[in-house]
């Protein structure tokens, strides 16, 4: 394009690729004005179990293209949920976003919660601050807490930063545990909340340009993150439940910070 003379900034035509520019203010391709990029924007999307995170499948099977709104800009989805995994989905309109949120690097926590059959103590749980390896496979400190018993099943609430195939489920079958239901609360920041199944609701620009300032800072690991378990056991440890740290939160503070890994 350069070599046609189709670009120009101010009427003079750019003759050097390595022509450099602070904006795109005066830069006109063919006589027209370049238009600055639209800014990234960020959805919340509840997925449903059932649902393949995927634009099209071979076997004809449902994905969550077939049931977004048809006037939704066209958007990616951060990571992947299996196709039986329920809650937050994040959809970007940006692939620099999107990688950004995705890379274990920025250490952007996903807090998840599960219903499993079986037995296990919070012990076998803390256990998993310091990552595990199943079956040749190294995975990263994950937060787990036991939240309660009903019956023969167990919840447990898990956050972790990668996002290694099936992980949380893996590690659950690996402690001898069944899951039967296992939905995503939380990305980074942004929580699942009170938001409808199925339903799609746009994050605010100023949250999503506030929390993409954030991913400049350095994360902390898993373990010395404040994740909605990680802040209960904090209040916990101030006189909500014995009135001392619980033994968890002084390993944590004896012990150098765990590798930190995905989830």
Excluded: C
Excluded at 151 to 162: D, Y
């Amino acid at each position: 394009m350069i070599a046609e003379g189709r670009i120009a900034i101010h009427g003079t035509k750019v003759e050097t690729p390595a022509t450099l520019i602070e904006s795109l203010h005066g830069v006109t391709v063919d006589g027209k004005p370049v238009k600055a990029p639209a800014p990234a924007r960020l959805f919340r999307y509840h997925k449903l179990s059932g649902l393949l995170t995927t634009e099209r499948d071979p076997k004809g099977r449902p994905t969550i293209y077939d049931r977004l709104p048809r006037d939704l800009p066209r958007v990616m989805p951060v990571g992947r949920l299996d196709l039986n995994t329920e809650g937050l989905l994040l959809l970007t309109t940006d692939g620099e976003l999107k990688r950004q949120l995705e890379l274990p690097s920025t250490g952007v926590p996903r807090t998840y919660r599960a219903r499993a059959y079986g037995n296990v103590t919070q012990a076998q749980l803390e256990e998993l601050i310091e990552g595990i390896e199943i079956d040749g496979i190294r995975y990263g400190s994950i937060d787990a807490n036991l939240e309660r018993r009903t019956g023969a099943n167990v919840w447990i609430e898990l956050t972790l930063t990668e996002g290694k195939n099936r992980e949380v489920r893996r590690v659950l079958e690996h402690l001898g545990l069944r899951v039967s239901r296992l939905i995503r609360t939380a990305y980074g920041p942004f929580p699942l909340a009170d938001l409808p199944s199925g339903a799609v609701e746009e994050i605010r620009q100023h949250d999503l340009v506030v929390f993409r300032q954030s991913l400049k800072r350095t994360p902390l690991p898993v373990g010395e993150r404040e994740g909605p378990a990680a802040q209960r056991r904090e209040r916990e440890g101030k006189g909500g439940r014995g009135g001392s740290p619980s033994p968890r939160s002084r390993r944590r503070r004896e012990s150098p910070s765990p590798r930190r890994g995905e989830g």
